[in-house]
């Protein structure tokens, strides 16, 4: 008995999901991914396939029909991760008959520059592509006293990394030492870069993407290495002018007390002094010089 309450339960289930509404403004053919398609693959038959999808809720960009993407000649590449499953967009592949370019994936009016970097200068490896970094560089500067000391300043903040070495794909997720680290920054950001680089060494830092920019960064010189807080030890030459040239003016004090005259002509104190004694019940008085009296 329990078995065929079984089976009656499952039919009705059944039945009533066939006779569902279809979805308000009915199904259309959309194409999706049926493997991974990592950054730089090809975009081939075995890796597609057509499926029914809302016609109320197709994204921008999606194919309808295969042959738009496999067509002999218009042979497409892969420019960001596509996952299984999810529909095939126009804005993650390169155009027809094109290839994986870095320039495919950089942000309008931003520049792609690659830094050099270690396994210490970028997090121990743990730098990858679509993290977000802040470059230092650490230099030498010279003071007008013919000295030297060497400072580190925070040369950009909140930077995109796009690729280290050859690897472009931001869904990589394990640790990898590179010797190049590829940042997606504006123009002068890029000039900075490729000066920084040649005055001094850069280091990657990560960061939270959520983190914001701090509008007051400082420098950090030798005389700031040691334990506690920053108490900013150093000043360069242009720093200390700068601090003068903000200064706020001092408030003119609108009262002053009148100074106090001094009289010329004062009476001097006499050069010695009478000390009295008493032994017993007598006493007996003797003149002292004072101190300082000649």
């Given amino acids: 008995m329990l078995g065929l309450a079984a089976v009656f339960v499952a039919n009705a289930y059944l039945s009533r999901a066939e006779k569902a509404p279809p979805p308000e403004g009915g199904m259309t053919k959309v194409v999706v991914a049926t493997v991974s398609l990592p950054f730089g693959s090809a975009v081939t038959a075995e890796k597609i396939r057509v499926v029914d999808w809302p016609a109320n809720s197709v994204p921008p960009g999606a194919f309808r029909d295969p042959i738009q993407l496999t067509s002999l000649g218009k042979g497409r590449v892969v420019l960001r991760q596509i996952e299984p499953g999810e529909p095939i967009l126009a804005s993650k592949l390169s155009g027809e008959g094109g290839r994986a370019t870095m320039s495919a994936v950089l942000a309008p009016e931003m520049r792609a520059v690659a830094v050099r970097v270690s396994d210490v200068a970028a997090a121990g490896g743990f730098v990858l592509p679509g993290d977000t970094v802040d470059v230092f560089v650490t230099r030498t500067l010279q003071d007008p006293a013919g000295g030297s000391q060497q400072i580190t300043d925070v040369l950009l903040q909140g930077t995109r990394v796009i690729a280290i070495d050859q690897n472009a ?126």
Avoid: C, H, M, W
């Avoid at 914001?212 to 000043?235: H, M, S, W």
């Avoid at 004062?266 to 019940?281: D, F, M």
């Fill in 169 to 294: 794909n931001d869904t990589s997720k394990d640790p990898a030492v590179g010797k190049t680290a590829t940042l997606e920054v504006n123009q002068v950001d890029a000039q900075k870069l490729v000066l920084a680089q040649q005055v001094g060494q850069l280091t990657l830092v990560l960061r939270n993407i959520t983190d914001k920019p701090n509008p007051a960064v400082q420098t950090v010189g030798i005389e700031d290495l040691r334990d506690g807080a920053y108490v900013g030890g150093f000043a360069g030459p242009r720093a200390r002018v700068a601090d003068l040239a903000y200064l706020p003016p001092r408030p003119a004090s609108a009262f002053r007390p009148a100074r106090r005259a001094i009289p010329k002509n004062t009476n001097a104190l006499p050069s010695t002094a009478s000390v009295e004694i008493v032994r017993g019940t007598t006493g007996t008085s003797y003149e002292v010089k004072r101190y300082g009296s000649r």
